[in-house]
């Protein structure tokens, strides 16, 4: 499975973005993906995930009310709509997919994605 991100970018405080994740290969394989993403100096930290068959998501607090994850499975593709963006929100933004069930607390957890894609970055200045 192959994952290409896009939709990043320069941004001020407030503004929108929206992320694009699309997947190729067996993608019937991965009933799970994610965003996960990682600010310079700090460790990867999750941002929401999906089912792709159920469509329960699940969102870290620091996003919960402002991003939203959406699946489009005819295209393959994983969006992240971004709203009220802040500064701390800078980072490089990454796609992953999970050939698992990850609901619950697998569904943010680092370990549970086995795929990943290359990453977009996203810059929200004050």
Known sequence: VQLVE???????????????????????????????????GKERESVASISRRVGVSYYA??????????????????SLQMNSLKPED????????SARAAFGVRALREEAYAYWGQGTQVTVSS
Not at 61 to 78: E, M
Not at 90 to 97: F, G, P, Q, R, S
């Open 90 to 97: 800078t980072a490089v933004y990454y796609c992953a997919a």
């Open 6 to 40: 896009s939709g990043g970018g320069v941004v001020q405080a407030g503004d929108s973005l929206r992320l694009s994740c699309v997947a190729s290969g067996r993608t019937d394989n991965v009933p799970f993906m994610a965003w996960f993403r990682q600010a310079p």
């Open 61 to 78: 607090d620091s996003v919960k009310g402002r991003f939203a994850i959406s699946s489009d499975n005819a295209k393959n593709t994983v």
